[in-house]
């Protein structure tokens, strides 16, 4: 391996770990009546703002049918609505509902509240040097997903 690719390495290395030190208390995800794949859906609807089932099931790697019943029940608990999509009457949109983006803005409060307590232990020219580096790999990730498209 040469300099760049063992950086690279150490990279990933220090992001795995800066994820399971996060997860060290218990996730308040836990504590809610969804399942894993539920709960998935959920995060990738609202971060799409809307989908339809066939790219739901592509993204998560399952059957149109298994993507029915998991959008059934969120429907049941009001966390998702299906829409008719004005571009094609025959298909529905998905879309998260207040009450289900009210779940996931708590989620992601609480996991931004837990992050700012770890970051505040640091110091200010240490915090300066992460955001330096958190811009820089900001960047490289746009990049990359600009050039995917």
Known sequence: MNGKQELVVEAVELQRRVNRALRQTPDPWLGLN????????????????STN?????????VTPSNV????DRLVEHQLVSRQEDPKDRRALLLRVTDKGESILAGLRERRAT????ILT???????NKIIQGLTLLVQAAEEYEAGRE
Request: no cysteine.
């Open 34 to 49: 969804l399942t894993i794949a539920q709960l998935k859906t959920l995060f990738f609807i609202s971060n799409r703002g």
């Open 53 to 61: 089932s066939r790219s739901l099931a592509e993204a998560l790697a």
């Open 68 to 71: 029915t019943g998991i959008i």
């Open 114 to 117: 837990h992050m700012s307590e």
């Open 121 to 127: 232990r640091l110091t200010e020219r240490d915090l």
